[in-house]
C-alpha cells in the first residue's frame, strides 16, 4: 500500500477540486496524441487525426479524454486503495486493449504539463512532486495486473 | 529525428520570451527535478541544493545557456553543443534516462510561466527539440 503524508493528500485533493475533469481529460489526451503521434495507434476508429487542430476538435478524442480523466479521479477518491481500485481496468488493458504500460506513463506526464500550465505558480515544485508520485501510482496500477 | 521549419520556428518563437528569465526558469527547472526525482541530486553531491541557492541559479543558467546555443544553432545542435556532448560522455556521465526528467520539468516550468503560448504544437516541437538536445549530449556515452 502507498503512503501518503497529509501534506500530499492535501495537495492532490486540493487541485483535483479545482479541475474541469472534461477540459482538462480532452486536453491531456489530445496533446498525448500530438506530442506523441504513435500513440494514435490505439485510436484507429477516432475519425480525423491528421493534424493538431484536428485533433483537439474531435469528439471522439475530447468524450474518451473525459472518460480516462474521471477514472483517475476513482483513484484521487481513493488514494490508500488505488491498485484494488484499478485491478479490473489493468486487466481490461492488458487482455482487451492490448496498450503498453509505458503509455500510462506518458499521458501521466502530459497531465503532469497540463496542470502546470493551467495553475501556472501554484503548480509548486513540491506540487508536482506530488502529483508525479500519483501519476506513477496509478500508472502501476494500470500494469499491475498485466501478464 | 529532425524537427520541421514549422517546429523549429515554434522553439524559436517560445525561446525569444523564455530568454528573458532564463536563469529563473533553470533554477525552477532542476528545482523541479530534485523535488520529483530525488535520485537526480546524486549527481551534485558538491551543491547546496536548497531553494535559492546560488549554486542551483548558477547551473540553471548554465543549463538554460547550453539549451540557448541550440536554439541559435537550431540547424546543427549536434555542432553547436560537440563540447558538451563530449563533457557527458567523458566526465560528467550522466545516465541517459535523466535527461528526459529534466526535460520535463523544463516543459512544466515552461508551460507554468507561459501557459497560452504553450499550446499543443508548441509543446509538441519543445519536446522534439529538447530531445533532441538529448541524444546530441549522449551519443557519445559508447
Redesign the interface.
Known sequence: MVHWTAEEKQLITSVWSKVNVEECGAEALARLLIVYPWTQRFFDNFGNLSSPTAIVGNPKVRAHGKKVLTSFGEGVKNLDNIKATYAKLSELHCEKLHVDPENFRLLGDILIIVLAAHFTKDFTPACQATWQKLVGVVAHALAYKYH | MTLTQAEKAAVVTIWAKVATQADAIGA?SL??L????PQTKTYFPHFDLSQGSVQLRGHGSKVMNAIGEAVKNIDDIRSALAKLSELHAYILRVDPVNFKLLS??I???V???Y?SD????V??AW?KFLSSVSSVLTEKYR
Open positions: 525552477e528545482e523541479r530534485f523535488s520529483s526525482y520535463h520539468c516543459l512544466c516550468s508551460a507554468a510561466r501557459p504553450f499550446t499543443p504544437e509543446h509538441a519536446d
